[in-house]
């Protein structure tokens, strides 16, 4: 066998090795960890984050946000706040960083966390795009600090989702009836019951059975409304 044939061979071991065996690897190890998520299998999930396969599949950043998931899915709030800790004080990019703040301040608010809410948004800023912080510092405003400020930005938001005609199908009914509701809610706080029922109603409609159906049934119940 002449040096060339040589070569070429050792330069099929090798991409083998390096390049089809990792990716390979990669698919078995992510396959293995979304079944024992599914199958709420946090034991092995944890074990499998901090298998040697794991660790030369993905980086360290990808095998922490997983192990997030697993605690989000297991509602243990004291790993969940160790958690975001650890993410924010790694060494990783903005896209991450944004990630990071995304997910931690959707956490914080549905948690009713104001400090911690405000926190994220706050570490966010800089690596959020500007559409989405945007979105968070409505949000952030009008359920956490109950401010009524952001009535014509959450309109302009309603008129870019629907035109206030058409029918809604499925998919469109909750990103519509949540800015609907995120309206009458900064009325209710300025006690003006006629704009927010305007609002609400077709809110009620679009998000029943959801727990925001709940909590404009629960307002409308303490401003007397029928």
């Known amino acids: 066998m ?16 390096f390049v089809v065996v990792p990716v390979i690897m990669k698919k078995v190890v992510w396959k293995k960890l979304l079944t024992q998520l599914n199958n709420e299998q946090y034991d092995e999930f944890y074990k499998t984050l901090d ?22 899915a297991q509602r243990n709030d004291a790993k969940i706040e160790e958690q975001f800790e650890l993410l924010k004080n790694m060494r990783i990019s903005n896209k991450q960083k944004a ?84 309206i009458g809610l900064q009325y209710s706080y300025l006690k003006d019951i006629d704009h927010m029922m305007e609002y609400f109603n077709p809110a009620l409609q679009n998000l029943a059975d959801t727990p925001y159906e709940e909590d404009m049934r629960r307002i409308m119940n303490q401003l007397h409304v029928g």
């Open 51 to 72: 298998s040697t396969s794991c660790k030369l599949s993905y980086q360290a950043f990808n095998r922490e946000y997983m192990r997030l998931s697993g605690y989000l």
């Open 2 to 17: 002449d040096s060339k044939t040589i070569n070429v061979i050792i330069i099929i071991v090798l991409t083998v090795l």
């Open 99 to 182: 990630s990071v703040a995304s997910r931690g301040f959707y956490y914080y608010l549905e948690k009713g966390k104001i400090k911690k809410a405000e926190g994220m948004l706050s570490y966010g800023k800089s690596f959020v795009d500007e559409k989405t912080f945007k979105n968070m510092q409505i949000q952030f405003s009008i359920l956490m600090k109950k401010e009524a400020k952001y009535i014509d930005d959450c309109k302009e938001i309603l008129n870019g989702l629907w035109d206030g005609q058409s029918g809604l199908v499925n998919n469109r009914k909750f990103p519509v009836g949540t800015i609907q509701y995120l």
